[in-house]
Every structure is written in C-alpha cells, then in structure tokens.
C-alpha cells in the first residue's frame, strides 16, 4: 500500500489535473491578458499541458499570441452558445505545450445573446469539462467587466487570479470584486478560491508602491503573491510581435518574473496535493496496526 502510494505522489507531481485559473478584474489595462499570456506560456514552458482560453471580446490574448483575425474561425462565442465543442475550438501556438481557444469579438454578442438561456452561466464550464484531463492548467482571460462573460469564467474557474497595479486606486473596485467571487460561491462554485493577488507594472522604488502593497498585505495577507511583475517594455512590446515575453526576450525581466510566478503557482499546487496524499499516507500507515488490534 506505501509503494502504491508513493507511486501516486510521483504521479501526482507528473499530472496535476486540470486546473482552471480565471485571471480577473474588472478594472481595465492592469494587466490581466498580458499575465494570462505569459502565466500560460510559463506554465508550457515548465513542461506543463496548458490551454489558455480568450473570454474577452477585445481578443487581445488572441492576437498576443499571434493569431490573425479570421472571422470564420471557432472560438470562445461558439462554445458559449453550444455550437461548438472544446475540441474543435482548439488551436496550436508555437510553444509546444500551449493551445489557445481564440476569441472573437462577436463574443460580445454573448452577453445579450444568452441573456434568456437556460444554465447561462455554466455555458463555459459544461463546454470545457471534457477538456480538464487532457491539460493540467486552464487558464481564463477575462473581459474588464462584471458581465456573463467573466461570470463564466469564474463558475468554470477552480481559482481567480487578480493583477492589481499599485496604484491609489487599485483597492477601489476591489470589493466589488470579492462581493462577486463570494456571491458565485455562493450560489454557483462553492469550490472557487483566490488564487492570488498578483502586482503588476510594479516599480518597487517608488513610495506609493510599498504602501499599496503594505495595504494589499493588509488585505489580502498571504494571498499576495510573493512573485511581482515589473514594469518592463519587453512585456508591452512582445504581444505587437505575437509572440509570449519568454519567446520574445527570454532574459527580459518581464519574462523572467512571469516564470517565477508560474513556479511560485505550480509549487503551492503541488505542496496542496502532495500533503493531501501524505496525509492519506499516514492514515494507511495507521491501518495495519488497527487491523492487528483487531486480531489480537
Ligand atoms: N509589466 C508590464 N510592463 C509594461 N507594460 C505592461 C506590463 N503589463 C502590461 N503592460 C501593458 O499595459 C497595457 C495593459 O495591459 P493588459 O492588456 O495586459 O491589461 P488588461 O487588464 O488585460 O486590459 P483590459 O482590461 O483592456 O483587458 C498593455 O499595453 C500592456 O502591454
Ligand atoms: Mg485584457
């Protein structure tokens, strides 16, 4: 039983399972497609199954990771209406390990479209579920608005990853934010977490960068990620090229940040299910001196 189990640590190290990232805010231009992006591309590049999906009608994830506008091409608007599978949406990138579920901006349409549609808001979430096994990280760029759109992505979502710039505003909005992910909680994915509070565009010298971060600490405590992104041009500049920072300028600050932080959430993932099996491994351990109790 120990072997068995320890074979499925090292498995569970080789296959985290499908998890679905949302990276949300509904504030615009903090930098949410630009980490979903280069989060995905990371991901990929540990050697990681990724799919990154474009929830929003602006298709800047889309066209960031080089995919020229072709409006006959299957996209997020066709899973949300049921008119095409997961599957079929799929499209390659130039990194190995990363797909991509392009958008449209037809996905606008969306919002009013399923406005009257039954289970609306577990459009995505039904539509993406026969694609969980087949990658072990999803992640979700989503729209700057609290729409169908982004309220689908957190139902499908295991997580929500937020970017917040560090600026006097950035804790204004916030709440409603939270008032959200409590509310789909409650009612839609009581499984939905924080993943974290990523910061971006950061320049870290500066006096009201350490107090935003001071107060989002305050907030937040050990839900802001250790990782921060810096304000770096590589990251501005790679989406014009179409490629992710890490293709573009692989020793770019910017990329090297966006590694750090797919490290930083791959190894609080897998610490997560590794102590769920030790601890699963330590109540087998108790079993066969029970089952002697028994047959003394
Ligand atoms: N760390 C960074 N350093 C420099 N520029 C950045 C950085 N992160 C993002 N940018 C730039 O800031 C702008 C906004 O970023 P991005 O598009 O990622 O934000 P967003 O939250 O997805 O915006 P929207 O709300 O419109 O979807 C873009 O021009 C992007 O290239
Ligand atoms: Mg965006």
């Not at 008119?83 to 499209?91: H, K, N, P, R």
């Not at 190995?96 to 995505?124: D, T």
């Not at 006096?207 to 600490?217: G, P």
């Not at 590694?259 to 079993?287: C, F, M, P, T």
Request: glycine share 6%; aromatic share 4%.
């Amino acid at each position: 039983m120990r072997i068995e189990l320890f074979c499925k640590q090292l498995w569970l190290l080789d296959n985290l399972m499908g998890r679905v990232i949302a990276v949300a805010n509904q504030k615009g231009g903090v930098g949410k497609t630009t980490t979903a992006i280069n989060l995905a591309a990371s991901f990929a590049a540990a050697e990681v199954n990724t799919l990154l999906i474009d929830c929003d009608p602006q298709s800047n994830a889309s066209s960031g990771l080089g995919l020229v506008k072709d409006p006959d091409r299957v996209s997020t608007y066709h899973l949300l209406l049921g008119e095409a599978s997961g599957e079929e949406a799929l499209a390659t990138t130039e990194i190995e390990q990363l797909w991509l579920i392009p958008s449209h901006k037809n996905l606008i349409g969306a919002n009013i479209e399923l406005v009257e549609a039954e289970r609306r808001e577990y459009r995505l979430r039904e539509a993406i579920a026969p694609l969980r096994d087949r990658f072990q990280y999803i992640v979700l760029d989503c729209p700057p608005a609290l729409d169908l759109l982004t309220l689908n992505a957190l139902v499908a979502a295991d997580s929500v990853l937020i970017p917040m710039q560090a600026e006097y505003f950035a804790l204004e909005g916030i709440s409603e934010l939270m008032d959200t992910v409590e509310r789909i909680r409650v009612e839609l994915n009581p499984g939905l977490e924080i993943e974290g509070v990523v910061l971006t565009m950061l320049d870290e010298r500066t006096n009201l960068a350490q107090q935003v971060t001071a107060e989002l600490r305050k907030f937040f405590g050990a839900k802001v990620c250790a990782t921060t992104i810096p304000r770096n041009i590589r990251l501005a500049e790679a989406p014009s090229h179409g490629q992710a920072a890490l293709v573009y300028d692989p020793r770019s600050k910017g990329a090297e940040s966006y590694i750090r932080l797919a490290k930083e959430i791959l190894g609080r993932a897998s610490v997560e299910q590794l102590s769920a099996v030790s601890s699963q491994l330590s109540d087998e351990a108790e079993k066969p001196s029970e089952e002697m109790d028994k047959s003394a």
